[in-house]
């Protein structure tokens, strides 16, 4: 090998050399903001159904009459069929039905032709080997208007610890990703903060806008069992850790 070829790869090698140093020496000291997240995916093992009834009529008060009357046989229904579910009555609701025809008068407002009055039930229960067997049963007198399965609050108390562990575990996954990335040892990284900025599973759920049905004026004929699938959740834990390099 000729010697100008020998200097040149000297060069060459000082120069990485004299690199790597500098790249060390730039990231002593440095503070690192590093985000991590932790996720565990588990069965679900409570249900919340939302059930209705409505009923219209020119009279106010027949409508409301059947309404009270169905809403109170359902929920003898599922009590029957699921005792320990926890029942809750709410959305109750009145409107009046308007003449689809405007009165020839320009300043004389629609008259009423009927009223529209319905009532929402709340069900949530664990038992979800037996919800389409109570689901049927109370289908013949309500309707099914929602149904959102997931965690009990104890259920979900019990998986903090293992989120917490998966959480702190991806920091240090990413922490020694970013150490090699700058030519570091990860022993060179101190943790200096740890930001727990929430738990639980953030995806927001918008309340499902109430579906008007006409229900039936008289009781149903019985309702075959329907097919339900409870699925899984996916509980996630944010952590961000403030890391220096020494």
Request: glycine share 6%; no cysteine; charged share 20%.
């Amino acid at each position: 090998m000729s010697r100008s070829r020998n200097l040149m790869l000297s060069l060459m090698l000082a120069s990485a050399t004299l690199a790597a140093h500098a790249q060390i020496a730039q990231t002593n000291g440095a503070q690192i903001i590093v985000p991590a997240v932790g996720e565990l995916t588990v069965a679900n093992d409570q249900v919340r159904a939302t059930l209705m009834i409505e009923e219209q009529d020119k009279d106010k008060a027949a409508a409301a009459s059947r309404v009270n009357q169905k809403m109170t046989q359902g929920i003898d229904i599922i009590k029957r069929q699921d005792p320990q579910a926890v029942l809750k009555t709410q959305g109750y609701f009145t409107y009046a039905i308007y003449a689809e025809t405007a009165p020839t008068a320009s300043n004389k407002p629609r008259p009423i032709v009927g009223w529209r009055v319905g009532q929402y039930l709340q069900v949530t229960s664990t038992n979800l080997a037996g919800l389409p067997k109570t689901i049927a049963a109370a289908q013949a007198v309500l309707a099914l208007n929602g149904l959102e399965f997931g965690l009990t609050p104890a259920s979900s108390k019990k998986l903090d610890d293992a989120l917490i562990g998966a959480t702190y575990a991806n920091l240090n996954q990413r922490i020694n990703s970013i150490a090699r990335a700058m030519s570091r040892s990860p022993a060179d990284a101190v943790i200096e903060t740890l930001d727990f900025e929430g738990s639980g599973n953030y995806a927001t759920q918008e309340a499902a806008r109430p579906m008007m049905m006409r229900a039936a004026a008289k009781m149903q004929d019985a309702v075959a069992e329907p097919s339900f699938e409870p699925g899984e959740s996916t509980l996630s834990l944010r952590m961000v850790g403030k890391v220096r390099f020494k």
